[in-house]
T-cell receptor, first 114, second 110 residues
Framework: DGGITQSPKYLFRKEGQNVTLSCEQN?????MYWYRQDPGQGLRLIYY???????QKGDIAEGYSVSREKKESFPLTVTSAQKNPTAFYLC?????????????FGEGSRLTVL | SQQGEEDPQALSIQEGENATMNCSYK?????LQWYRQNSGRGLVHLIL?????REKHSGRLRVTLDTSKKSSSLLITASRAADTASYFC??????????FGTGTSLTVIP
């Protein structure tokens, strides 16, 4: 089945540790996105990538890093520099280009810092 | 911030009633989309309306767009308990950037 897969679904981290969240899609989409969602809040854009080997910072990129070495994969690393990393992280993808269609979302990864 | 705002933040209705939620935004858009999120899950796309359209229907959903007022509304008719979820609007600019609103939490009481 075509779709977007995030892993792990739940992750616990000690303060000072880096963690990497996986996002894989088999929809042949060019664009991929990472969003952060806090309780009762909307989605805030962390990073996005319109094409392989290129990505741009979103509104809240500090303390996060990404890579886009393959079209199918867009992993997000939450570094120890992120002051408040406990949140629900959502990955999405879409076709690139003007007048684009919808975003397809994964099921999310919930990160808890102990 | 380019984030939009939904109104109301929370809405509780009886099954069979209609639910209306509104979205306001700040910048020029290419299109506006509505998404649904069940608790603890990813978002699911519901409907897209382009900047040159004023109204669009899909099943029990009706979306309107007023670009002069920078606002949109989502109407769900004949609501069901299964419609209970959070609903988000997302604006898309010409740079293919998506900006989400703060969401409306809808509860449909059986």
């Amino acid at each position: 089945d075509g779709g977007i897969t995030q892993s792990p679904k739940y992750l616990f981290r000690k303060e000072g540790q880096n963690v990497t969240l996986s996002c894989e899609q088999n929809l042949n989409h060019d664009a991929m996105y990472w969003y952060r969602q806090d309780p009762g809040q909307g989605l805030r854009l962390i990073y996005y990538s319109q094409i392989v080997n290129d990505f741009q910072k979103g509104d809240i990129a500090e303390g996060y890093s990404v890579s886009r070495e393959k079209k199918e994969s867009f992993p997000l690393t939450v570094t120890s520099a992120q002051k408040n990393p406990t949140a629900f992280y959502l990955c999405a993808s879409s076709f690139r280009g003007p007048n684009t269609g919808e975003l397809f979302f994964g099921e999310g990864s919930r990160l808890t810092v102990l | 911030s380019q984030q939009g705002e939904e109104d109301p933040q929370a809405l509780s209705i009886q099954e069979g009633e209609n639910a209306t939620m509104n979205c306001s935004y700040k910048t020029s858009i290419n299109n506006l989309q509505w998404y649904r999120q069940n608790s603890g899950r990813g978002l699911v796309h519901l409907i897209l309306i382009r900047s040159n359209e004023r109204e669009k229907h899909s099943g029990r959903l009706r979306v309107t767009l007023d670009t002069s007022k920078k606002s949109s509304s989502l109407l769900i008719t004949a609501s069901r308990a299964a419609d209970t979820a959070s609903y988000f609007c997302a604006t898309v600019n010409t740079g293919n950037q998506f900006y989400f609103g703060t969401g409306t939490s809808l509860t449909v009481i059986p």
